[in-house]
């Protein structure tokens, strides 16, 4: 299996333009979580599907920020409009059910100037 | 709400040199705490999920135990390709999703 497979790998944008990043989860794993690393913070939880439902998106910052998971194998995590304060690495993970171990992805660095 | 706290930010070791990495854990009722590897632009990878005190898991160089209020990693006789980020997380009895700490930063010098 090619595990969790994230693009871009690197995003450098302007403060105000749109950002859509992409995750495609292990064929068969039911549960996505989408995280953002800074060295502040550590790893955060913004969003996690269960089944493509969304489930919780109490960590999502703001309104700028919204997730969409249309089918079983791609979800979609976009900034509008994006701000400095938004740069970090992001990062998806996909489990067989919510109470199992995480597979990350590789991750998105993004940076907003 | 479930808190997770790492010890030492950062530990610098010399090659051969055993040592601990600490992560106390505050959770409504403990599902699992698991430990993960971060090499530098990657994404964590599982190396172990404890379930209950006195529990122990070991794997080449690392033992990891865990009891009621803390866990730790234990890194024997360390290699410099034990060198990445170490985390730990926590699920608590509502089953959401995990909660991370910040990492120990290990560096292992030849």
């Known amino acids: 299996d090619a595990g969790v497979i994230q693009s871009p790998r690197h995003e450098v944008t302007e403060m105000g333009q749109e950002v859509t990043l992409r995750c495609k989860p292990i064929s068969g794993h039911n549960s996505l979580f989408w995280y953002r690393q800074t060295m502040m913070r550590g790893l955060e939880l913004l969003i996690y599907f269960n089944n493509n439902v969304p489930i919780d998106d109490s960590g999502m910052p703001e309104d700028r920020f919204s997730a969409k998971m249309p089918n079983a194998s791609f979800s979609t995590l976009k900034i509008q409009p994006s701000e400095p304060r938004d740069s970090a690495v992001y990062f998806c993970?996909?489990?067989?059910?919510?109470?199992?171990?995480?597979?990350f992805g590789s991750g998105t660095r993004l940076t907003v100037v | 709400e479930d808190q997770v706290t790492q010890s030492p930010e950062a530990l610098r070791l010399q090659e051969g040199e055993s040592s601990s990495l600490n992560c106390s854990y505050t959770v409504s009722g403990l599902r699992g705490l698991f430990w993960y590897r971060q090499d530098p632009g990657k994404g964590p990878e599982f190396l172990f999920t404890l379930y209950s005190a006195g529990e122990e898991k070991e794997k080449e160089r690392l033992k990891a135990t865990l009891t009621k209020k803390e866990s730790f990693l234990h890194i024997t006789a360390p290699k410099p390709e034990d060198s990445a980020t170490y985390l730990c997380a926590v699920r608590n009895s509502g089953n959401t999703p995990l909660v991370f700490g910040k990492g120990t930063r290990l560096s292992v010098i030849a």
């Open positions: 993970a996909s489990s067989l059910r919510k109470d199992y171990g995480y597979t």
